[in-house]
């Protein structure tokens, strides 16, 4: 049974930063493609960053380019989302999630999802 826990949201001012963990549990960590996603209310969940299995490509959404970094450490089966310069945009529930492949930027290649960790950003 896979198991995501995410940790890190919170409240912070706008251009702000915060650093988000997700902690996965069972199967192999370092086989799958890992993920971060974020949905505000009323809105459709979408793709924030993804990160290959062995950590050597990385993706982003051209909103977040050159404010978020995604890294992963296969050692501690942990992967982090660094949000820097953060907008009151931002604001949404982040849901940290597992590929079904090695690496994947469409919601439909992601198959376990993390409970979600709220970031709020004030302006």
């Known amino acids: 049974q896979v198991q995501l826990v995410e940790s890190g949201g919170g409240l912070v001012q706008a251009g702000g930063s915060l650093r988000l963990s997700c902690a996965a549990s069972?199967?192999?960590?370092?086989?799958?493609?890992m993920g971060w996603f974020r949905q505000v209310p009323g809105n459709e969940r979408e793709f924030v960053a993804a990160?290959?299995?062995?950590?050597?490509?990385?993706y982003y959404r051209d909103s977040v380019k050159g404010r978020f970094t995604i890294s992963r450490d296969n050692a501690k089966n942990t992967v982090y989302l660094q949000m820097n310069s953060l907008k009151p945009e931002d604001t949404a529930v982040y849901y940290c999630a597992r590929s079904r492949y090695s690496q994947s930027i469409s919601l439909n290649g992601y198959n376990y999802w993390g409970q979600g960790t709220q970031v709020t950003v004030s302006s």
């Open positions: 990160i290959q299995s062995n950590g050597g490509a990385t």
């Open positions: 069972g199967g192999t960590f370092s086989s799958y493609g």
